[in-house]
C-alpha cells in the first residue's frame, strides 16, 4: 500500500515554481539530486497516481467517472517518462496518448457543465502543462520536437533531471532561450527533516520527542545516514518498523536504525 503523501516545504516551493511556469506558458527545469523527491511533488501535482491508471484502463463508463473528469479539469497537466535515449516519434506518439486522454476527460467535465455542447470536436485542447521525468534520456531531436510542440501549441513544459541539466540544455541555444524558470530541488533540511520524521513515528504507532535523548540519538543517526534524503528516508522506515517487530522492541533507538540501514544498499 502506497504511503500517504507528506507535504514539505520542498513540495510547495515546486508546486509555485509549476504554477508560474504554466501560467507564463514557458519551459522550466527543475534540477535536484537523486531522491530528493522532484519525481513525487511532479506526479502529486499532475495528479498522476490517480488519473494514470483511470485513463490507461479505459473501458466502460461508471457513476465514479465525473470524479476523475473533474481532477483532470483541474490538473490539465501530463506527467511523462521517457524510455532511454526515445525515439522521437515514439516520444510524440506517447506524448499525444496522454494529451489526448486527458482532453477527453476535461472535455467530458466541460459538457457535464455546460461549457461544452454539441458533438465530440477535440477542435480545443485542454492540456495545459507537460512534465518531462528523467530530461537527461531526450536527445538532441527529443528536445527540439518538444521545443517546437511549445512554440506552436503554448504548453507549458517542465523539463525534471540531475544537477547539470540545466547546464547541458546551454548547448541548445533555441531551447535554452526559451527557457523561463529554474527550481533547484534540494534535500530536507534540519527542521523539515523533523517534520517528516515525526510522521514515519507515527505510522508506526510511536510518538517522537527532539528532547528525548533517546529519540535524538536516533534522529542524528537518520540524519548521517539519509543526508535529508527523501527517497532514503522512504525506503528506511520499512526496514525500521520491520527490526522493530522482529526483535520485539518498542523503542526507535539509533542501535535500531542501524540495524534497518545495514539491510539497505545506501550509495556514498
Keep these: 500500500m502506497a504511503q500517504a503523501f507528506i507535504v514539505t516545504k520542498e513540495h510547495r516551493r515546486f508546486t509555485e515554481f509549476a504554477n508560474a511556469v504554466r501560467k507564463e ?11 530528493v523527491g522532484k519525481t513525487q511533488s511532479a506526479r502529486r501535482y499532475a495528479n498522476w497516481d490517480t488519473l494514470e491508471p483511470y485513463m490507461n484502463e479505459w473501458g466502460p463508463r461508471s457513476d465514479v467517472d465525473a470524479a476523475f473528469y473533474a481532477l483532470a479539469n483541474r490538473s490539465r497537466t501530463v506527467f511523462y517518462t521517457p524510455e532511454v535515449l526515445p525515439r522521437p516519434k515514439e516520444l510524440v506518439r506517447e506524448i499525444g496518448y496522454w494529451h489526448n486522454k486527458l482532453d477527453s476527460c476535461i472535455e467530458e467535465h466541460q459538457r457535464a457543465i455546460g461549457k461544452v455542447t454539441g458533438q465530440r470536436a477535440h477542435t480545443h485542447s485542454f492540456l495545459e502543462l507537460l512534465i518531462i521525468d528523467e530530461a537527461e534520456r531526450l536527445t538532441p531531436m527529443a528536445l527540439e520536437l518538444l521545443r517546437d510542440q511549445h512554440d506552436r501549441t503554448h504548453v507549458a513544459i517542465i523539463l525534471i533531471g540531475m544537477p547539470g541539466i540545466d547546464q547541458r540544455f546551454r548547448h541548445y541555444p533555441q531551447l535554452y532561450s526559451r527557457l523561463g524558470f529554474s527550481h533547484h530541488y534540494r534535500a530536507l533540511g534540519r527542521d523539515e527533516l523533523l517534520f517528516v520524521l515525526d510522521r514515519h513515528w507515527r505510522r508506526i504507532g510511536r510518538s517522537l520527542d527532539p528532547e528525548d535523548f533517546t529519540d535524538a540519538q536516533a534522529i542524528a543517526a537518520i540524519e548521517r545516514i539519509t543526508r535529508g534524503n527523501f527517497r532514503l ?3 528506511l522506515f520499512p526496514q525500521i518498523a520491520r527490526v522493530l517487530k522482529i526483535n520485539q522492541l518498542e523503542t526507535i533507538t539509533d542501535d535500531v536504525v542501524e540495524a534497518a540501514a545495514s539491510i539497505l544498499v545506501i550509495g556514498d
Excluded at 25 to 35: E, F, N, P, S
Aim: aromatic residues 0%.
Design 233 to 235: 528516508l522512504e525506503r
Design 25 to 35: 506558458k514557458t519551459i522550466g527545469i527543475c534540477h535536484g539530486d537523486a531522491g
